[in-house]
């Protein structure tokens, strides 16, 4: 469905841009750092921002990160990532328990994940609503810090701990 932020790779509709939603960054920020960011966004996501022409994975990341990453085969590279970044953060990706990289990037190695109940209306390039997605979605916390912001962000779903 998505590339940066959901956003700048062709998907199966008429748009490229599926932004996150500025209540969800709202309900967990702020954050330092947003290094798959779409490059003409309405909102921020956090303080700093990589989009597609930075090529975040290749970027030094500092602080704590907001991560919708790349969807499809390149979520797994921006997970791994994301769970060896030592000030950790919270991803948001389609809940596809089922992979391989859920298995080894999130039940192994994340903190807790929130699986959100509705499906999330994603967001074009300006803004507008695009509508519900596709499949659940759930955020996902590596570290403390993200997991503290995930359990007080009254965002409606079930948060699991994962691991103490």
Same mark, same amino acid.
């Not at 939603?21 to 709202?26: A, F, K, M, N, S």
């Not at 109940?117 to 509508?131: K, P, V």
């Given at each position: 469905?998505?590339? /940066?932020?959901?956003?700048?790779?062709?998907?199966?509709?008429?748009?490229?841009?599926?932004?996150?939603?500025?209540?969800?960054?709202?309900?967990?920020?702020?954050?330092?750092?947003?290094?798959?960011?779409?490059?003409?966004?309405?909102?921020?996501?956090?303080?700093?921002?990589?989009?597609?022409?930075?090529?975040?994975?290749?970027?030094?990341?500092? $602080?704590?990160?907001?991560?919708?990453?790349? /969807?499809?085969?390149?979520?797994?590279?921006?997970?791994?990532?994301?769970?060896?970044?030592?000030? $950790?953060?919270?991803?948001?990706?389609?809940?596809?328990?089922?992979?391989?990289?859920?298995?080894?990037?999130?039940?192994?190695?994340?903190?807790?994940?929130?699986?959100?109940?509705?499906?999330?209306?994603?967001?074009?390039?300006? $803004?507008?609503?695009?509508?519900?997605?596709?499949?659940?979605?759930?955020?996902?916390? /590596?570290?403390?810090?993200?997991?503290?912001?995930?359990?007080?962000?009254?965002?409606?779903?079930?948060?699991?701990?994962?691991?103490?």
């Amino acid at each position: 469905m998505s590339f /940066y932020n959901a956003a700048d790779v062709r998907s199966s509709s008429t748009t490229d841009v599926w932004l996150t939603p500025p209540e969800i960054v709202q309900a967990l920020g702020p954050f330092d750092l947003d290094p798959s960011a779409a490059c003409n966004r309405p909102w921020d996501t956090a303080r700093n921002h990589f989009c597609i022409h930075d090529d975040g994975l290749a970027q030094p990341w500092d $602080g704590l990160v907001f991560l919708n990453p790349p /969807y499809g085969r390149e979520t797994p590279k921006w997970l791994k990532r994301l769970s060896e970044h030592p000030q $950790g953060g919270v991803a948001l990706t389609f809940a596809r328990t089922d992979t391989r990289w859920a298995h080894d990037l999130v039940f192994e190695k994340a903190t807790s994940v929130l699986f959100v109940r509705s499906r999330i209306s994603f967001r074009r390039a300006n $803004g507008e609503a695009a509508g519900k997605a596709g499949a659940p979605s759930w955020l996902i916390a /590596y570290g403390e810090e993200a997991h503290a912001r995930l359990a007080s962000s009254n965002i409606d779903g079930v948060l699991l701990r994962v691991r103490p």
